[in-house]
């Protein structure tokens, strides 16, 4: 196997399609990228190999990973299978598939950690936006590049499960919106609701599955992770937490708010109804008097007079007058108010939003993440980043 450097020399290199890049920690310093892996083991610290792969590196991921001595079946499945959120333990390592967002819609892909004493090797088949921004703080702020792999990879599912979190934060948001227009009876709502039910069920899938895996990796007893490493597992494991409940909360809030429109669909038709019964019963007795005297008799009251269609003129619009007037004590009619009904437009999940991804003691930001779009245009609007703790405390993701 020959890497040749990439266009960014020490950033990352290819193995024919295969892209690598390698990280380096001596456990008290910043992380640094080298082109190769060291041929024995670091004796402090940790070494990262992040490798995207497409369909057909099957044989560039077997050299690299018969060098760590991982199985040789499970690596075959990061490329060519498709897991959900597990963990597995091999002895010498451990397996921990991970979902993560992809950056160009709502949908998840797999990401494969081989864990071993001193290594970590993440593969991937997509571009990913939080790998990069980890990568980028670990080589400037030399607190995140303590401890042992274990605490990485802590680290790293932190990142990926606060990026989950962050789109589940915009989409309450925005679901707060969809409930103001669910009470106007909005006609556009159903549209835009489905669509997002449609891309939460994407995230729905994996949040379980991942919450189990945490937990696994948090009260494990192998002897890769440390008692450091699993309190950042326990960490790690609240904020997958959070994401269950968020994404609970936003299931109830899509009940809510089909239930709110469909309300508003009943009182808007029960308006209807009502006026055109408040028209029907005022039209009636007017048919009535109307039918009376449309009938052909002679001696009928005040045929043969100059005052009799005056008469019952008069006396239509005194019932007119009269019913309108029970109405109104009824209820059944109300005064106009003059005011407008104010609606809120909402945002659409589909707006470009900027989900930031939140390293311990860091203030990075990772590209922005187009939500797909569900009906009409995509607009894009800038959200502030978030700024992380400055204090840089070594206590995994917030």
Known sequence: MNPTPSDQPGEGMNVNSMELRILRSDGCGPATPIEHLPPTPPSAGWVWLDIRVGGDDTTELMAVSEKLRLDALAVRDAVEDVDLPKVDDFGHH???????????????????????ERHL?????EHSPSLNALREQLQNRPELASGGPDELLAR????LNRRLLSVLELCEDHLDDLLERAVGADDTLLGELAGVRRSLAQIRRVVHPQREALDDLRTSTSGLITDAGRRRFSDVFDVAARVGSELESARTAMSEILE????AEARRATAAILVLTVYAAIMLPLALVVGYFGMNFDNLPGLGTDWGWVAVTGGMVAIAAVSLGVFLKWGWIRRPSGRKERMTLGRALTEA?????????TACEISTLPLRATAGRVSRRPMDA?????????????
């Open 121 to 125: 090797l993440t593969v991937r088949r």
């Open 353 to 361: 939003a900027r989900a930031p991804t939140q390293v311990v003691g």
């Open 386 to 398: 978030q700024e992380m703790d400055p204090q840089g405390q070594d206590t995994g993701m917030r």
């Open 156 to 159: 790293l599912a932190d990142v």
């Open 260 to 263: 709110a429109y469909r309300s």
């Open 94 to 116: 451990l397996l921990v598939v991970l979902h993560a967002l992809r950056d160009d819609e709502i949908g998840t892909y797999q990401l494969h950690c081989f864990l071993t």
